[in-house]
């Protein structure tokens, strides 16, 4: 039995080589190896957001094409992960549907799934549905962690050019930064004068006053957005 291999990493997983490329063409080489698949290719996205439906992945279009053209001898995917494959239960099983009615078998590692029986197509609706559960109760409770921290006080996000982090509390909140303060008082009084974002940001570069990070000049966008969030003293 002829089968394609597929995987897929986002960029924040880059540097996880559990979840690497290699790694998972390994795994799956493997795979079809025991089960004597004959491996005919590995389709891989790459920096591909699981966010998105498989059909709208670059490597995604490429497997539906080979699947779907007139003669294919492909008669199974592997993959080592559902997530690999799939962003919700919908389309993990609109997908296996399409490969149902081309003849083809889905194999998932991860889960031990082989939809070339009733009970393999039976399991992946069910892994799929508490997959897609457990990853909405994860963001429930993220959201729910975020507001409580927020209500305590704790700023969140990136330190704000002008504020650094206070090592006074346990908590993580911002105080006023001498430093940066002295070039906010600067880019106000140019302001004041009529000078344009573009001209401050020019004359900041000029005095070699350092950006938040000390990696680039200063932009009329950064120049605007700080003078605005002054003005509404939003830090959090």
Known sequence: MT???????????????????????????????????????????????????????PGGKGLYAEVTSPGSEIRAIVATKLDRMFRNALDCLTVNALLQEHGVTLHLLDLNVDTSNAM????????????????????????????????????????????????????????ASSYEQTAIDLMRRLRDQGETYQEIANALNEAGVPTKRDTGKWLRGTVHRILTRERTQNYE
């Open 120 to 175: 393999g197509k039976a399991f992946l609706t069910i892994a799929a549905a508490f997959a897609e559960l457990e990853l909405n109760r994860g963001k429930e409770r993220t959201r729910d962690a975020l507001a409580a921290l927020k209500k305590r006080g704790v700023s969140l996000g990136a330190v704000p050019y002008g504020r650094e982090v206070s090592l006074q509390t346990q908590l993580r909140q911002f105080e």
């Open 3 to 57: 089968a394609i291999g597929y995987v897929r990493v986002s960029s924040e997983e880059q540097s996880d080589s559990a979840l690497s490329l290699d790694a998972q063409r390994a795994a799956i080489t493997a795979y079809c190896t025991f089960k004597g698949l004959v491996l005919q290719e590995v389709i891989s996205d790459e920096a591909i957001s699981g966010g998105k439906p498989i059909s709208q992945r």
